[in-house]
Nanobody, 128 residues
Framework: QVQLVESGGGSVQSGGSLRLSCAAS????????MGWFRQAPGREREAVAI???????SYADTVNGRFTISQDNSRNTMYLQMNSLKPDATDMYFC??????????????????????WGQGTQVPVSP
């Protein structure tokens, strides 16, 4: 059984930093696409950062240069380092793992893969 458990969320002031963690069990983090997504109530889930099985990363334009996605294979954990946070980053953040191997980790493809795994989400409120 695959489990993804996020941690590290919490209140932070504008300009501050947080590091989110996603500990995986029953799934090898380097086996396929993994990523961080955000979602607000009533809105569609959107990609923040994605890492593929080769370690290649991609970011949403709004976070590029401020957020860093990474993996620690020895801990089977994925991370999202979030720096220079802005109030508009306030959202629920989810980690996700692709349900199958794929040649592309583009967000539109990732989200449509069958059987993707999702964590329970962690709240990131950023105050002005």
């Amino acid at each position: 059984q695959v489990q993804l458990v996020e941690s590290g969320g919490g209140s932070v002031q504008s300009g501050g930093s947080l590091r989110l963690s996603c500990a995986a069990s029953g799934y090898t983090v380097s086996s396929s696409c993994m990523g961080w997504f955000r979602q607000a109530p009533g809105r569609e889930r959107e990609a923040v950062a994605i890492i593929d099985s080769h370690g290649t990363t991609s970011y949403a334009d709004t976070v590029n240069g401020r957020f860093t996605i990474s993996q620690d294979n020895s801990r089977n954990t994925m991370y999202l380092q979030m720096n220079s946070l802005k109030p508009d980053a306030t959202d629920m953040y989810f980690c996700a793992a692709a349900g199958r191997r794929t040649s592309s980790c583009l967000p539109a493809i990732f989200l449509r893969l069958p059987g993707n795994y999702w964590g329970q989400g962690t709240q990131v409120p950023v105050s002005p």
